[in-house]
DNA sequence: TTGCTCCTCACGTCACGTGAGGTGGC
DNA sequence: TTGCTCCTCACGTCACGTGAGGTGGC
């Protein structure tokens, strides 16, 4: 097939199909003269590329599905949009107040906001692998809602940044990283948020919470104490992000200066200490 | 003030600075030295580019803005972003259904209409001036939120695309232009939907809604007659808008294709029709 | 002299768009 | 020969980021 052709089909444009070919997306064959042949394989493929691109991913990452490398990447993807566009509902608030007259220095502190749960929820990301990531950046977005006002907050949010960024990247072995992505492309972005909001109601209400689910829970700490659990990876997993997490003051630093920085979340981990107290009530009447 | 001060007070960053200035938003006095002295409303005004600039708004908006010299820029923006909002969120769904596993391929249709959706309301914006632009760019948009199935329907979205291409520019005369600007700065996005919203309305049960506003509509109607008001710029850019549309084919192309791309949009103006003659009706009997 | 601040290029980014200048096909 | 298709550079976009190489201040 030739090049116009392709477009045609595609409703692409020539700077656009050579821009893949560039970036190896497809090669098609050249022939004697110059001219580039397209197999009904690279239209399609094209096809795709086109549908990914209007939907907003990039190039890279067609790539990366094209070559069927990663299983989550539309769930990362799925998430990390949710809270863009969470985000982008923030800016059109801010946008009305400016429309109704108000000076846009009044707005700085929200814009700060934003701007913090948009770098450490990219942060996490990239700093912890996997699920790990999506679910950390989930929860703590939740907890970003407010806005920074005082002082204290300032220092506790610049505590935050720099404590990601001195943050290594996690040296997973192999196996376990394999281990990892496969169960992130596993866990839905539905499954995720079930699982953050699972985890809010328990700490609202740890009571009724463990009662009502106090089977599943004996039967999960029940697991949890097979030694089949415990060499499984999904327990090494567990083990390492514990570890990794220690060696890092997630506890000492991290989360002490999201306390500062969010009353609703230093209220969130006040009521998390109580519910590990009727956990520990409830697991040792057997 | 040095520029290091300034870095601190502001939390942009050097280079970002330089651009500014290089896009002369701002010319701080250079010294003997060559070292740049920032006044303190040269921090200022970064504070305020900076915040600007985090709602995602570009540096010649912002040029604009600071020098005070367009009436309607927020409300465009909100506008524009608005519609840019409901499309993402679409494309979140698009995304939700590729993490369910469905082939990119069979979402084509879905892709295809937020990119029709999307091109229409940018060539309103830049095709209609002022407010104009902005109602229809709402108006249409919201007729647009079927999927393009049939092959008559692609071909009327191809219509539409093509008749917006050969849209010359309106050219209005300096005084309208003026007092259109001046108009559409003082109309919020929320009147905007609100008028939108009450033509829909109208359209639904035009019974009902002139005998619930009967009394407006015969004043307006009586304004609307009186010489003062045809002498008016209002009634001078009614009359240059609805030539401008007549000139381009805008009920002889543009509404018959729509009605073809879009049963809803046919089905509304049918109710038009009858709207239409319940008014008369009303207008007919003082 | 040393360490720090400041300056001005030059080049890179991302996904193409816009030509220019030249060749091949019919 | 003519008009059309196709090719490969080269440069531009937007809002900066990342150095390199050099000077000024204390």
């Given at each position: 097939m030739t090049i116009h052709e392709v477009l045609r089909e595609t409703g692409l444009t020539r700077k656009a199909v050579e821009y893949y070919i560039g970036q190896g997306l497809i090669s098609p064959d050249v022939q004697e003269n110059g001219y580039r042949r397209f197999s009904k394989q690279e239209v399609l493929r094209l096809k795709e590329i086109a549908a990914y691109r209007k939907l907003g991913i990039g190039v890279d990452q067609i790539q990366k599905i094209l070559g069927g490398e990663e299983k989550g990447i539309f769930s990362r993807l799925l998430l990390r949009q949710t809270l863009a566009s969470q985000r982008e509902k923030q800016k059109l608030e801010l946008l009305e107040s400016l429309v109704s007259g108000k000076p846009i220095l009044e707005l700085s502190a929200q814009i700060q906001l934003m701007e913090a749960q948009e770098s450490i929820a990219d942060r996490f990301f990239s700093a912890f692998p996997g699920y790990f990531g999506q679910y950390f950046a989930l929860h703590f977005a939740h907890f970003l809602?407010?806005?920074?006002?005082?002082d204290e907050q300032a220092k506790a949010y610049d505590a935050i940044v720099a404590w990601m960024d001195r943050l290594p990247e996690p040296d997973l072995p192999d196996d376990l990283k394999a281990y990892l992505d496969e169960a992130t492309g596993e866990i839905s972005p539905y499954q995720m948020k079930a699982m953050h909001e699972a985890v809010l109601a328990a700490s609202e209400d740890p009571q009724a919470y463990l009662k009502e689910h106090e089977e599943i829970i004996r039967t999960y700490a029940a697991m949890k104490d097979t030694d089949e659990y415990r060499t499984s990876p999904a327990a090494r997993l567990m083990e390492f992000m514990k570890d990794f997490q220690r060696q890092n003051g997630y506890e000492d630093v991290f989360i002490p200066a999201m306390e500062r920085l969010s009353p609703a979340y230093a209220a969130y981990r006040e009521r998390l200490r109580t519910a590990d107290k009727v956990y520990e009530r409830m697991i040792a009447t057997q």
């Open positions: 809602q407010e806005s920074i006002e005082t």
